[in-house]
């Protein structure tokens, strides 16, 4: 079956600006969970959907945002952007988000701010 | 902040030669993950051990949990140079809302040399 598929690849913004990044999760998965990835602080965590409902939300200011839409398609927005929002952006879908569940990723949009 | 942290950061081998990788947590955890990721692409799960588990196999890798050390391993035997990956512990933290977020930690780098 097809993986978690995120669009677009790669993306430069100029300081700002907003950006919209997609994350289609594997059929049937309803949980969604994005990720920011920089060289300084790693992998963090930034919100996760489940069923269109956000259930959990990271320690991120409120220009990042996300939606999940009935078909279980996510997207994450960050608004204003700054250079420091230049990273790795993951998303990550699973059955059921629970405890022991195996989160599946996608390849990442790498946002790159000017 | 890191729930895990590895060590090495850093582990460059030769092929056929054993990488050892090592992750410390700070809290009580449920279960462990190991994930690797290919050069700034999306990261692949590799094998969940449980808190009731001490080891555990997965083809080539090797996996130990120590709960009462807080630790865990990642062997990898026989390695490849397709093996050339950084590879992340990551913990399931709980919100309280059937949510559990993953909390990596920052990473070993392997890089074996064919």
């Known amino acids: 079956k097809a993986g978690v598929t995120q669009t677009p690849r790669y993306l430069i913004k100029t300081r700002g600006q907003q950006v919209t990044l997609s994350c289609s999760p594997i059929?049937?998965?309803?949980?969604v969970s994005w990720y920011q990835q920089t060289p300084g602080q790693g992998l963090q965590f930034l919100f996760e959907?489940?069923?269109?409902?956000?259930?959990n939300k990271g320690n991120f200011p409120g220009r990042f945002s996300g939606r999940q839409f009935s078909n279980s398609r996510s997207e994450m927005n960050v608004s204003t952007l700054e250079l420091g929002d230049s990273a790795l952006y993951l998303c990550?879908?699973?059955?059921?988000?629970?405890?022991?569940?195996?989160?599946?990723f996608g390849q990442g949009t790498r946002l790159t701010v000017v | 902040s890191q729930q895990g942290e590895e060590d090495p950061q850093a582990l460059s081998i030769q092929e056929g030669e054993n990488a050892t990788m090592n992750c410390s947590y700070k809290?009580?955890?449920?279960?462990l993950q190991w994930y690797r990721q290919n050069s700034g692409r999306g990261l692949v799960h590799l094998i969940l051990i449980r808190s009731n588990e001490r080891e555990k196999h997965s083809g080539r890798l090797r996996v130990t949990l120590d709960t009462s050390k807080k630790s865990s391993s990642l062997l990898i035997t026989a390695s490849r140079a397709a093996d050339t990956a950084s590879y992340f512990c990551a913990t399931p933290g709980d919100s309280g809302a059937g949510s559990y977020q993953l909390t990596f930690g920052k990473g070993t780098k392997l890089s074996v040399i064919p």
């Open positions: 809290t009580s955890i449920n279960n």
């Open positions: 959907y489940f069923s269109e409902t956000q259930r």
């Open positions: 059929s049937g998965h309803r949980s």
């Open positions: 990550a879908s699973s059955f059921t988000g629970g405890i022991d569940t195996e989160a599946f």
